[in-house]
């Protein structure tokens, strides 16, 4: 099939794309984010705060995004809505860096995930086992099985949208079936009212605990808001990828109705699934295990609480599912950024274009690349710390993006409108500058990294630009 006639085939139908967002937003961080969050605040009322903030801003945008999905049924998602509602150069900055670090760092960090848990039932096959020292790099069994995972689940989204779709699905469908199992058997089997009740005294008195789970403090003042906002990092990342969906807009079905209602309904389950996971959590662990537990996985120390040894052998298998399909999604909807971009002239010319299969193989594969290096230095956890302050600074700048677009352009067709327009996404907007700025004061560690990267992008733009003027010529 020659370029020309190449397309996108709608494919995605509504279960599917709410399917892609759900799947996309549960990897490995429910597993294991709680510790540091209870370290952070410190009690069960506070935890539960933190998760239910996250997921009324995740929800509160999904809703939002849905006007700019139906305005906008194309690839390309929020790099496209940027570009209308600003000027090419801020969707090329979210472009960018979500080549470098947003999209790519998740891959790697979710491609980790898969092979720590791999580990506990092949343990030759995890990151203690070192196969190379080359001094300025070490290479371990873990971070080569996470690029095996990444570069197969590539391989398998070169070959079609179908074969993408199927995976997702199917693993999504079992992983949504396995986390309700583990709540339910949690909040009904577990039997330990006394741990329960002891966790909810004093639910709202937030306090700092250390590595071991003990208290080494009160959290008073505006140091809550600090505390909230770090706890957030964790809580965002794990939330994260939702509007996954909006980028493979090319191939859903329907999509001016189907990809609105697929954020609503798939933010929605996984919002539940987090708050009712860390119910559970709160029911079978007591508050100072939930901070301590070892190399933060509380799923592992619940499960064990729940089902004995036994317990960490039905986490790995679970986690393993549920980062499978994960990083299938993210890979399967990042590659369509990069295509959009290369369409507008602003990336590699060869990522513009489809193969037989109708989909953008070689974005794929730079993509892939990109991944597996990040897998091998090892710093994709701290460009993921780094780059949430950039992620949910996008995130409102699409979202003032509505606002921008009913006033400029009020005649456009809007299938669907933002849900409490204009209150809900102004609170949205009012809460991730809250986030953004309590991380500059608190956690500047976190923030200035990412804007470099973002800042970095700026030139390349001008490059770019220069280069697709030259080629017109």
């Known amino acids: 099939m ?17 399917m892609i967002v759900a799947g996309s937003m549960i990897g490995s961080g429910i597993f294991i984010v709680s510790a540091d969050i209870t370290r952070n605040v410190g009690s069960a009322g506070w935890l539960i705060a933190v998760w239910l903030i996250t997921g009324f801003m995740t929800l509160t945008a999904a809703l939002s995004y849905g006007e700019l999905s139906a305005m906008f049924p194309k690839a390309g998602g929020q790099y496209v809505y940027l570009k209308e509602a600003f000027n090419p150069l801020a969707g090329f ?21 898969f092979s720590k848990f791999l580990a506990y039932i092949v343990p030759g096959l995890g990151p203690e086992n070192i196969l190379a020292d080359l001094g300025f790099i070490t290479i371990n069994a873990g971070q080569l099985v996470s690029i095996v995972l990444i570069t197969f689940l590539t391989y398998i989204n070169t070959k079609g949208i179908e074969g993408g779709k199927m995976i997702q699905t199917t693993f999504t469908v079992v992983k949504l079936l396995s986390l309700f199992g583990l709540i339910i058997f949690g909040l009904l089997l577990a039997a330990k009212g006394s741990i329960w009740n002891a966790n909810w005294t004093d639910a709202w008195q937030m306090t700092s605990r250390n590595a071991e789970g003990t208290v080494i403090g009160g959290v008073a003042g505006s140091a809550i808001l600090g505390a909230i906002a770090a706890s957030m990092v964790g809580s965002i990342f794990s939330s994260d ?19 609105g209602l697929a954020l609503f309904l798939g933010t929605l389950v996984v919002t539940i699934i987090y708050v009712s996971a860390n119910l559970m959590y709160i029911s079978v662990l007591p508050l100072n295990e939930i901070a301590s537990a070892p190399q933060d996985r509380v799923a592992v120390a619940a499960s064990k609480a729940i089902f004995g040894n036994i317990g960490t052998y039905v986490i790995a298998v679970m986690i393993m599912i549920s980062t499978f399909g994960c ?22 010319k060869k990522t513009g274009q489809l193969n037989k299969n109708n989909v953008p193989e070689f974005a794929l594969w730079i993509q892939c690349l ?9 710093k994709y956890g701290d460009l993921l ?4 302050f950039v992620v949910v600074m996008f995130y409102a700048l699409t979202i003032l993006g509505i606002f921008i677009l009913r006033k400029n352009r009020p005649d456009v067709e809007r299938p ?24 500059i004061i608190y956690k500047p560690a976190f923030t200035w990294p990412g804007l470099i990267i973002v800042l970095a992008g700026i030139p390349i733009y001008y490059i770019a630009v220069a280069n697709n003027k030259k080629e017109q010529v």
């Open 385 to 388: 710390d780094m780059i949430s």
């Open 416 to 439: 669907y409108k933002a849900f409490g327009y204009p209150f809900l996404p102004a609170i949205y907007i009012l809460m991730a500058i809250a986030f953004c700025v309590l991380l």
């Open 370 to 378: 990109v991944a597996s290096i990040l897998c091998l230095s090892g």
């Open 2 to 18: 020659s370029e020309q006639t190449a397309a996108f085939k709608p494919t995605l139908g509504l279960f599917d794309s709410t």
């Open 93 to 113: 900055l979210y472009g960018w860096s979500f080549f470098a670090v947003i999209q790519t760092a998740t891959i790697a960090a979710v491609g980790v995930a």
């Open 241 to 259: 990828a939702w509007n996954n969906i909006t980028f493979i807009a090319g191939e859903v079905k329907n999509p001016k109705r189907n990809i």
């Open 327 to 348: 990083n299938n999604g993210l890979i399967l909807a990042g590659a369509r950024v990069y295509y959009t971009m290369a369409k507008d002239g602003l990336f590699f």
